[in-house]
């Protein structure tokens, strides 16, 4: 499966962004989607994940880091996943990658993805 990520930029902080990552190549309802990012000189980090349609009704997951501020959703007809994010803070700054596992359950939390989008820039300025 091919994933392209989009919707990142230039936001002030207190501000809302909504990313967006589409895919292509295969069934995308069977794919768990996840969000992480990696802000400039960190390891990548696990910010929002929500299982396929055939695991526990797409279930979503975040830590608690971005619990209440952070919410992804996936629109299975557009093959699309959405990470809202709202209130953001400059330590929101970094790079926000897509990612796919098959039929994976949250695990991918760990494992990471099979596939990668390109990643796309937020930048929150104080």
């Known amino acids: 499966v091919q994933l392209q990520a989009s919707g990142g930029g230039l936001v002030q902080a207190g501000g809302s962004l909504r990313l967006s990552c589409a895919a292509s190549g295969r069934t995308f309802s069977d794919y768990t989607m996840a969000w992480f990012r990696q802000a400039p000189g960190k390891e990548r980090e696990f910010v929002a994940a929500i299982t396929w349609s055939g695991w526990s009704g797409s279930k979503t997951n975040y830590p608690d880091s971005v619990q209440g501020r952070f919410a992804i959703s996936r629109d299975n007809a557009k093959n699309t996943v959405y990470l809202q994010i709202y209130s953001l803070k400059p330590e929101d700054t970094a790079v926000y990658y897509c990612?796919?596992?098959?039929?994976?359950?949250?695990?991918?939390?760990?494992?990471?993805?099979?596939?990668w989008g390109q990643g796309t820039l937020v930048t929150v300025s104080s």
């Open positions: 990612a796919a596992r098959y039929r994976s359950t949250l695990d991918i939390i760990s494992t990471g993805g099979a596939y």
